[in-house]
């Protein structure tokens, strides 16, 4: 297939700018592999579509506050974006503006409350930084950074978001991009879907700015991944494994908790624990071994996520909802609406 194939036409105004009043008050698109009607729901109607014995897999990645404003040394404003820890207060980033910020560079952030030099530049264009504080260096970064909201949010973060561009079950810092699709989820709804039957299991995934990165070959094959960090604990991978024993289904909530699942799954959907990186490019045709149904926000044109959804649920199958939800006014992106795909 081409990039290309994976093209749809989106009014701006349809891309989500605020999410909505209530978490699970956004809509929900049901889309039946095997056919029928789309359904349109409310979120907070998921429930009925899951059975006692089925498994949430969700990814408990929390959104770190990685976009940073300061000076530079000689003066003139800066931005870093804090990409990837690489221990010892060193950190992968992205800087504007490049062409002034070289090797040795020093850049000041809260009138020296952090300070970041420059280590080392990258092939690709990214910096290798240490960075330095006062006190303590990660409650610096954590205090002056702010919620990086994806490039389609047109306005500055809020202090809402915060809250509101995390899940409720975030806990492990490290991702620089929310896994959206479990942001419709409240405290409340987890513990009624617990209550008829259904688990949920934790993995991590530390999404990374290539959620972002837009396919820009028309081969598919010839776009570059960027690697990502995960971690499967032995408990999560033991009530993945126990609902498929059980013939219950793996119910992944978004994108991330399936690159990362179908990273570990061995070939007869057996989940192993562990933690490592994954590249997986998941596209057409690919044999899904582990997940059965996938929950996900809508996804930009020719992204990999798009990919990614038109491989499990098929490209014309996917592409007919997207249309659907169009002309339904349904929100689009990180902050928008969800789909079911059973």
């Not at 047109?154 to 202090?159: G, S």
Request: glycine share 10%; aromatic share 8%; charged share 25%.
């Amino acid at each position: 297939m081409r990039t290309s194939d994976f093209d749809y036409e989106l009014p701006r105004e349809l891309i989500a700018q605020y999410p909505a009043d209530r978490r699970d008050e956004s809509r929900l698109l049901v889309v039946r592999r095997d056919g029928g009607a789309l359904e349109h729901r409310l979120f907070s109607d998921i429930g009925e579509y899951l059975e006692s014995g089925d498994v949430l897999v969700v990814n408990d990645s929390e959104v770190i506050p990685a976009r940073l404003l300061g000076r530079r040394s000689g003066g003139g404003r800066a931005e870093m974006f804090l990409l990837r820890g690489l221990g010892d207060h060193r950190w992968e980033v992205l800087v504007r503006p490049g062409a002034r910020i070289r090797q040795g560079a020093e850049l000041s952030f809260g009138d020296g409350q952090l300070t970041a030099r420059v280590e080392e530049v990258l092939a690709d264009g990214k910096r290798v930084v240490s960075l330095s504080a006062p006190g303590d260096v990660a409650a610096a970064a954590e205090s002056l950074g702010a919620i990086p909201l994806p490039p389609y949010i047109n306005r500055e973060p809020e202090p809402a978001d915060s809250l509101r561009y995390q899940t409720v079950y975030a806990r492990v810092p490290g991702a620089v991009a929310a896994p959206t699709a479990g942001l419709h989820f409240t405290e409340e709804l987890l513990s009624e879907l617990g209550a008829a039957g259904v688990a949920t299991a934790r993995l991590t995934l530390h999404v990374g700015i290539g959620t972002f990165r837009p396919v820009a070959v028309e081969n598919p094959a010839d776009h570059p991944m960027e690697s990502e960090r995960f971690d499967v604990p032995a408990e999560a991978a033991d009530a993945i494994n126990a609902a498929r024993g059980a013939d219950g289904r793996v119910i992944a909530v978004g994108t991330t908790s399936v690159r990362t699942l179908e990273s570990v799954a061995g070939e007869d959907g057996h989940i192993e624990p562990g933690s490592g990186s994954t590249d997986i490019f998941i596209r057409s045709p690919y044999r899904f071994k582990c997940v059965d149904v996938l929950l996900t926000n809508f996804h930009l044109p020719k992204s990999t996520l798009l990919m990614l959804v038109s491989a499990f649920a098929g490209r014309e199958r996917v592409l007919d909802a997207y249309a659907e939800a169009v002309r339904e006014r349904y929100r689009f992106y990180s902050y928008g609406d969800a789909m079911l795909l059973l």
